[in-house]
């Protein structure tokens, strides 16, 4: 006489019962997983947004007493920075990286200008600045004054040293 399981056509050895487990498991996960909503395309970040996000994030950097207090990434050194403006044009790198120039003077004198480049991303939903170097720092020479000293350059948008 056939067993229970056997007439219902159901196996009662242990590969079946392996099967039939797996085999509910990917019922249950592909319900799941269809009742998952489904991922929107990524923002876009336009000229203006970056810009306000930049503007957000030098006012919070200077909100104690107007200047940015930061350590140069190259040399180590203090640097008390006072914000100039934003170069245009502020651009997309690549998907989901953007990047903004800008000029900040030495706290003590207006000739002496930093070009700091900020790269920002989304987070949940808003530009923010994830990283930022030293583009350029002040040189002086007898013939031109104060001028802005390049430390790299841009190479398909990656950065090439120049020295």
């Known amino acids: 006489m056939a067993s229970s399981a056997s007439r219902l056509g159901r196996s009662s050895t242990p590969v079946g019962w392996c099967c039939r487990l797996f085999a509910s498991c990917l019922i249950f996960l592909g319900g799941a997983l269809s009742a998952a909503p489904i991922d929107p395309q990524p923002t876009q970040f336009y000229v203006d947004d970056i810009k306000a996000a930049m503007t957000e994030h030098i006012q919070s950097l200077t909100v104690i007493d107007g200047y940015w207090h930061t350590i140069d990434d190259k040399t180590l050194d203090e640097l008390v920075l006072?914000?100039?403006q934003v170069h245009d044009p502020v651009r997309q790198i690549n998907q989901g990286v953007y990047f903004?120039?800008?000029?900040?003077?030495e706290q003590h004198d207006d000739e002496k200008i930093y070009d700091m480049d900020f790269w920002l991303k989304p987070v949940d939903g808003v530009l923010k600045v994830f990283?930022?170097?030293v583009h350029k720092e002040p040189r002086h020479t007898l013939l031109y004054g104060w001028y802005k000293h390049p430390r790299y350059t841009f190479v398909n948008d990656e950065i090439e040293y120049l020295y």
Do not use: L, N, R
């Open 82 to 84: 006072k914000f100039i």
């Open 131 to 133: 990283q930022t170097k």
């Open 100 to 105: 903004a120039c800008t000029d900040f003077h």
